[in-house]
């Protein structure tokens, strides 16, 4: 197997420093962008393996002359070697019910660890992916790993202000949302500043900077959307290749 790595990533590029993909003579992982890019990786990495080369490196520039108008230009770095497993950011979703389900299901081809968490056990039943039956579902909250993010749809909004300032006490938390209104979310930052928690990080509408629109699938693609920009933003200002 070939891992093929982008090291080096000027101007105008389709992905960044650190993307990789892994090639095998039948089957490729991953993705450094597509188009002739990665077409003219993947020959390069077969090549390597009929001929056992252990490393070698492509600068490519990314024009007409491939066939890409990108106009930046990138160096790849291919070596032989074993996929590591990723660690994906842990996602919590409070509430199995028709928003939640449908969240659930926008998120899991995406690289996250959603979770759907309920006390419900027959809301859980009608969920697809992995899921958690609770009775006190804040206790959750307290173990998340930092950089956790918590989104609570519960069917209960005394509830959804209990987990809402258990979210917001932790402060290391990259996402906390909240299904509602504007005037859920004035409630519930009475509710956190009366026990001197710092409402401020909260997301409440979720997803409604894209539309009003109330179907749950649409508020769950939407949802799906600002947290992933969330958490991109945050792993791209971590990232010492973009500093």
Same mark, same amino acid.
């Given at each position: 197997?070939?891992?093929?790595?982008?090291?080096?990533?000027?101007?105008?590029?389709?992905?960044?420093?650190?993307?990789?993909?892994?090639?095998?003579?039948?089957?490729?992982?991953?993705?450094?962008?597509?188009?002739?890019?990665?077409?003219?990786?993947? #020959?390069? *990495?077969?090549?390597? /393996?009929?001929?056992? &080369? !252990?490393? %070698?490196?492509? $600068?490519?520039?990314?024009?007409?002359? +491939?066939?890409?108008?990108?106009?930046?230009?990138?160096?790849?770095?291919?070596?032989?070697?074993?996929?590591?497993?990723?660690?994906?950011?842990?996602?919590?979703?409070?509430?199995?019910?028709?928003?939640?389900?449908?969240?659930?299901?926008?998120?899991?081809?995406?690289?996250?660890?959603?979770?759907?968490?309920?006390?419900?056990?027959e809301e859980l039943a009608r969920a697809t992916g992995p899921t958690r039956l609770t009775p006190l579902p804040e206790a959750e909250i307290r173990a998340a790993r930092?950089?956790?993010?918590?989104?609570?749809?519960?069917? #209960?909004? *005394?509830?959804?202000? /209990?987990?809402?300032? &258990? !979210?917001? %006490?932790?402060? $290391?938390?990259?996402?906390?949302?909240? +299904?509602?209104?504007?005037?859920?979310?004035?409630?519930?930052?009475?509710?956190?500043?009366?026990?001197?928690?710092?409402?401020?990080?909260?997301?409440?509408?979720?997803?409604?900077?894209?539309?009003?629109?109330?179907?749950?699938?649409?508020?769950?693609?939407?949802?799906?959307?600002?947290?992933?920009?969330?958490?991109?933003a945050s792993s791209l200002n971590k990232d010492p290749c973009n500093s």
């Amino acid at each position: 197997m070939i891992r093929v790595r982008i090291t080096q990533a000027k101007g105008s590029t389709p992905r960044e420093a650190g993307a990789e993909m892994f090639v095998t003579e039948a089957e490729v992982t991953g993705t450094i962008g597509g188009g002739q890019l990665e077409y003219m990786a993947i #020959d390069r *990495a077969r090549e390597m /393996l009929a001929r056992g &080369e !252990a490393a %070698a490196e492509m $600068d490519i520039p990314l024009g007409p002359e +491939i066939g890409q108008c990108c106009g930046g230009r990138v160096t790849l770095a291919l070596d032989r070697a074993a996929p590591t497993p990723e660690d994906h950011p842990d996602v919590l979703i409070f509430g199995a019910g028709h928003v939640g389900r449908a969240l659930a299901v926008a998120l899991a081809p995406l690289p996250v660890n959603a979770t759907l968490i309920d006390q419900r056990p027959e809301e859980l039943a009608r969920a697809t992916g992995p899921t958690r039956l609770t009775p006190l579902p804040e206790a959750e909250i307290r173990a998340a790993r930092p950089g956790s993010s918590v989104i609570i749809l519960t069917h #209960d909004h *005394a509830l959804d202000f /209990l987990l809402a300032a &258990e !979210a917001l %006490a932790r402060r $290391d938390l990259a996402y906390v949302g909240m +299904i509602g209104s504007a005037t859920k979310r004035a409630q519930c930052v009475r509710f956190a500043r009366q026990r001197g928690i710092d409402p401020a990080p909260l997301v409440c509408p979720i997803g409604a900077g894209f539309s009003r629109d109330k179907r749950p699938a649409i508020i769950a693609a939407f949802t799906a959307a600002e947290l992933m920009a969330r958490l991109t933003a945050s792993s791209l200002n971590k990232d010492p290749c973009n500093s």
